[in-house]
């Protein structure tokens, strides 16, 4: 089992700053890949980042620029750091984790583990 808690979430004005954080923890995991999606008024779930790899990262053309998406693997926790806050950014921000589990025989192929959801709001 995987749990995720996302934090960092609140109030902003517009061209402000914030950093959400995502910590997994659980017993028996490894981690394959990481993501953070969205969902608010005035847009569709869409994915805002995700690591393709190690050293290779995909950001939607929305964000591309102002977010940075980072990890510390020896915690577990993936960063969003995110930049010049425009009202169109604001929405529920999920955290998400591809997991395998190598050393349980009946739990093969990859599953994915969703965050409860933080919330984003930029306004004045």
């Known amino acids: 089992q995987v749990h995720l808690v996302e934090s960092g979430g609140g109030l902003v004005q517009p061209g402000g700053s914030l950093t959400l954080s995502c910590e997994v923890s659980?017993?028996?995991?490894?981690?394959?890949?990481m993501a953070w999606y969205r969902q608010g008024p005035g847009i569709q779930r869409e994915l805002v980042a995700k690591f393709i790899s190690s050293d290779d990262i995909y950001y939607g053309d929305w964000v591309k620029g102002r977010f940075t998406l980072s990890r510390d693997s020896a915690k577990n926790t993936v960063y969003l750091q995110m930049n010049n806050l425009k009202p169109e950014d604001a929405a529920v921000y999920y955290c998400t984790a591809d997991v395998r589990f190598p050393s349980l025989a009946y739990y093969s192929g990859t599953y994915v583990y969703w965050g409860q959801g933080i919330q984003v709001t930029v306004s004045s």
């Open positions: 659980g017993r028996l995991f490894e981690i394959s890949t």
